[in-house]
Structures are given as C-alpha cells and as structure tokens.
C-alpha cells in the first residue's frame, strides 16, 4: 500500500485543483493492487469538501468497505466514496461501524448545515416544544 511517508507528493498539495489527476492515479492503482477490475471512478467538486472522489465496484458491502478503509487511510483528508453493486453482506450495526472508521481514518469529523441548531434538534425529538 502507498503511504503518504514515502510519497513525494504532499497531502496538501492533494486537495487543490489540477492535483485530482494524481488522486485518481492513485486510487487506480490501489483498485488494480486489490484485484478490483470493472470499477467507474468520478469526481467532482464540493466548495465544502474539495474534490470528492466516488468509486463504484461490482463487489459485496464488506469487500467494498473493507476496500473504502484502504484508500481513506492512503487518502486522509480526501474524500473518497466507495459504492458497491454487489450484496449488501453487513448488518446495520457493521455498516455504522464501518462508516464511522472510514471517517475517522480520513480524519473527517459531521458537518452541521448552516442554520443547524443542536439543541432545538433535540428538543424536537423529545417533543420538548
């Protein structure tokens, strides 16, 4: 596995504009060291996020999200979004476990919307008026 450590490229050099290509190259290349073939890469920019990296593969949940912990943990601080098509092989409880660990490997902490008030969430789901 690529490591950043050994990388001349740096992280932050990763997140701005025409370094996306580098990104894919090495997504493309993580895919072709797992064995994944058949895959559709896209991207597009999020003026929250930066670029935003999703990879569709014809492989079941746990492959597919054992594979998104892979390149999160190449990738910190880039997101990248790994789809499947296959069978969805996880609970709901793995799923969250799962999707908790990719973003904490990427190093990503939940956004609140503009306007989001935490405490009138609450108070809502209390039925505290």
Do not use: C
Request: hydrophobic fraction near 40%; proline fraction near 5%; avoid cysteine.
């Amino acid at each position: 596995m690529t490591s950043w450590g050994s990388n001349a490229t740096s992280q932050s050099s990763l997140t701005t504009g025409a370094s996306f290509v580098k990104v894919k190259e090495l997504i493309e290349v993580e895919l072709a060291k797992q064995g994944v073939s058949g895959y559709k890469l896209e991207w597009y920019h999020d003026p929250d996020w930066g670029y935003v990296y999703i990879v569709e593969v014809n492989l079941n949940a746990r492959r597919a999200l054992e594979l998104n912990l892979k390149l999160q943990e190449m990738l910190p601080g880039i997101p990248v979004v790994v789809k499947w098509t296959g069978e969805t092989d996880v609970s709901e409880s793995e799923l969250e476990d799962y999707l908790l660990e990719i973003m904490a490997r990427g190093g990503f902490r939940p956004r609140a919307p503009p306007g989001f008030d935490a405490v009138e969430a609450v108070r809502e789901a209390r039925g505290d008026y």
